[in-house]
C-alpha cells in the first residue's frame, strides 16, 4: 500500500514508517510544506506552501488503495480539497486533529466541506470528539481518541550550567495562561521556575525574578529542562482547554509529576492526587499552593511521578499509535 504523509514537519520524517502489517508491505512518501520554497516576502506565504504540499501528496496517490495521513487540521483541510481537485477518492486519515482556537468564519465554512471527504480524525482527549463533530457538523463516529503516543524524550548529555540547582518547569506556548503562573510565582520567591515558551504566549504576564525563560529553544534543550525539574507545571487558560498533551506526556514519560489547570482537555490524562495535581483555572492562589507543597514534599511529588511514568507506559509509548494505526488499516 502506498502511504503518503501531509505536514509541515522535516522532509525525511515518516510517522510510523517501520509499521508491518498483514496486509502487505506499505510503502510511505512524504510531502512537507518545507520542501516547498517560497521567496521571502510573498503574500501568504505559509499558506501557499501548503496548498503546494497538499498538490503533491494528491499527484503521489495514484493506486485506489493508496492512504493519505494529515498531521494538523490546516493540512487536513487542504490534503482533502486537493484530492477533491483531482476527482480522486482515496481513504483519508487525519492525525493530530486539534484547535488552540476554533476556527471561525469562512475558513470555517471551507473546512466543513473540506471535511465531508476525510474518512477519520484522531483526537487525544475525550473532550474534543464531540467539540469537533459539532463544530464542523460530522458524525461523531468518525472521531477516534487515543492519548497522546510518543517516545520517551532523549537522555541529556549534559547540564545547564546557567539553570538553578534546584527548580520546577513550565514548557509550552499553546492555551497556557502564564499571567496567572507568574501571579503564583511572585507567592513563592524561594521557588525557581524554569519557563520555556514563545514571546506571544508570555504577553500579559509580568515575570517575576525567581522565574528564568527560555524562549524558542530546541526542542532537545527544552527536554533536558524537563528531564532536570522536579516536576512540571502546565497552566491552562480553561476548564476545556484541549492543549498540553505533549508536555503532559514528555514529564510522565521522565516519571515526573504534574500539576495542571482542572480542564476537560487533559482529564483523560491527570487524576488529582493520583498521577499529578489538578487547579482549578485563574486561581493563582490555589496554583502557589499546590506548587509549594509538591516543592516541599518529596515523597509526594515521587508518588505521582512514578504513577504517572506507569500511565505513559502504559498508554502514551508509541506502541499506542502503532496498535492503533494497525486497527486502521484493518478496518
Same mark, same amino acid.
Given at each position: *500500500?502506498?502511504?503518503?504523509?501531509?505536514?509541515?514537519?522535516?522532509?525525511?520524517?515518516?510517522?510510523?514508517?517501520?509499521?508491518?502489517?498483514?496486509?502487505?508491505?506499505?510503502?510511505?512518501?512524504?510531502?512537507?510544506?518545507?520542501?516547498?520554497?517560497?521567496?521571502?516576502?510573498?503574500?501568504?506565504?505559509?499558506?501557499?506552501?501548503?496548498?503546494?504540499?497538499?498538490?503533491?501528496?494528491?499527484?503521489?496517490?495514484?493506486?485506489?488503495?493508496?492512504?493519505?495521513?494529515?498531521?494538523?487540521?490546516?493540512?487536513?483541510?487542504?490534503?482533502?480539497?486537493?484530492?477533491?481537485?483531482? !476527482?480522486?477518492?482515496?481513504?483519508?486519515?487525519?492525525? !493530530?486533529?486539534?484547535?488552540?482556537?476554533?476556527?471561525?468564519?469562512?475558513?470555517?465554512?471551507?473546512?466543513?466541506?473540506?471535511?465531508?471527504?476525510?474518512?477519520?480524525?484522531?483526537?487525544? !482527549?475525550?473532550?474534543?470528539?464531540?467539540?469537533?463533530?459539532?463544530?464542523?457538523?460530522? +458524525?461523531?463516529?468518525?472521531? +477516534?481518541?487515543?492519548?497522546?503516543?510518543?517516545?520517551?524524550?532523549?537522555?541529556?548529555?549534559?547540564?545547564?550550567?546557567?539553570?538553578?540547582?534546584?527548580? =520546577?518547569?513550565?514548557?509550552?506556548?499553546?492555551?497556557?495562561?502564564?499571567?496567572?503562573? *507568574?501571579?503564583? *510565582?511572585?507567592?513563592?520567591?524561594?521557588?525557581?521556575?524554569?519557563?520555556?515558551?514563545?514571546?506571544?504566549?508570555?504577553?500579559?504576564?509580568?515575570?517575576?525574578?525567581?522565574?528564568?525563560?527560555?524562549?524558542?529553544?530546541?526542542? +532537545?534543550?527544552?527536554?533536558?529542562?524537563?528531564?532536570?525539574?522536579?516536576?512540571?507545571?502546565?497552566?491552562?487558560?480553561?476548564?476545556?482547554?484541549?492543549?498540553?498533551?505533549?508536555?503532559?506526556?514528555?514529564?510522565?514519560?521522565? +516519571?515526573?509529576?504534574? =500539576?495542571?489547570?482542572?480542564?476537560?482537555?487533559?482529564?483523560?490524562?491527570?487524576?488529582?492526587?493520583?498521577?499529578?495535581?489538578?487547579?482549578?483555572?485563574?486561581?493563582?492562589?490555589?496554583?502557589?499552593?499546590?506548587?509549594?507543597?509538591?516543592?516541599?514534599?518529596?515523597?509526594?511529588?515521587?508518588?505521582?511521578?512514578?504513577?504517572?511514568?506507569?500511565?505513559?507506559?502504559?498508554?502514551?509509548?508509541?506502541?499506542?499509535?502503532?496498535?492503533?494505526?494497525?486497527?486502521?488499516?484493518?478496518?
Amino acid at each position: *500500500m502506498d502511504i503518503v504523509n501531509l505536514s509541515q514537519m522535516d522532509p525525511d520524517w515518516n510517522w510510523l514508517s517501520t509499521v508491518a502489517v498483514d496486509s502487505g508491505p506499505l510503502h510511505w512518501r512524504h510531502a512537507s510544506t518545507q520542501s516547498v520554497n517560497v521567496p521571502p516576502g510573498i503574500p501568504k506565504r505559509e499558506t501557499y506552501k501548503r496548498i503546494c504540499a497538499a498538490r503533491r501528496a494528491a499527484a503521489m496517490l495514484d493506486a485506489p488503495s493508496s492512504l493519505l495521513v494529515s498531521h494538523g487540521p490546516r493540512m487536513t483541510m487542504y490534503g482533502a480539497l486537493a484530492l477533491a481537485l483531482r !476527482s480522486r477518492e482515496r481513504r483519508h486519515l487525519a492525525y !493530530s486533529f486539534n484547535f488552540t482556537q476554533l476556527p471561525r468564519g469562512p475558513i470555517l465554512a471551507l473546512m466543513r466541506q473540506a471535511f465531508k471527504w476525510v474518512d477519520r480524525f484522531v483526537c487525544f !482527549s475525550t473532550m474534543e470528539r464531540e467539540l469537533y463533530a459539532d463544530h464542523f457538523g460530522l +458524525d461523531i463516529a468518525r472521531f +477516534d481518541m487515543i492519548h497522546w503516543a510518543a517516545r520517551p524524550p532523549a537522555e541529556s548529555s549534559g547540564r545547564d550550567a546557567s539553570l538553578p540547582a534546584q527548580y =520546577i518547569c513550565a514548557i509550552g506556548s499553546q492555551g497556557r495562561d502564564y499571567p496567572t503562573l *507568574m501571579d503564583a *510565582m511572585r507567592r513563592l520567591p524561594q521557588v525557581p521556575l524554569v519557563l520555556v515558551a514563545t514571546p506571544e504566549s508570555l504577553v500579559g504576564a509580568s515575570v517575576p525574578s525567581n522565574v528564568h525563560v527560555r524562549c524558542n529553544i530546541p526542542s +532537545d534543550e527544552a527536554m533536558a529542562i524537563l528531564r532536570g525539574a522536579r516536576f512540571n507545571v502546565v497552566p491552562l487558560s480553561g476548564s476545556k482547554v484541549p492543549c498540553g498533551h505533549v508536555t503532559l506526556v514528555a514529564a510522565m514519560h521522565c +516519571d515526573k509529576a504534574n =500539576i495542571v489547570t482542572e480542564s476537560a482537555g487533559v482529564a483523560d490524562y491527570v487524576q488529582n492526587e493520583v498521577n499529578g495535581l489538578t487547579v482549578a483555572p485563574l486561581e493563582p492562589a490555589a496554583l502557589a499552593s499546590s506548587i509549594e507543597r509538591m516543592w516541599c514534599d518529596a515523597t509526594l511529588a515521587a508518588r505521582l511521578g512514578a504513577s504517572a511514568g506507569a500511565f505513559a507506559r502504559a498508554n502514551c509509548g508509541e506502541q499506542a499509535a502503532v496498535a492503533y494505526f494497525e486497527s486502521y488499516l484493518r478496518a
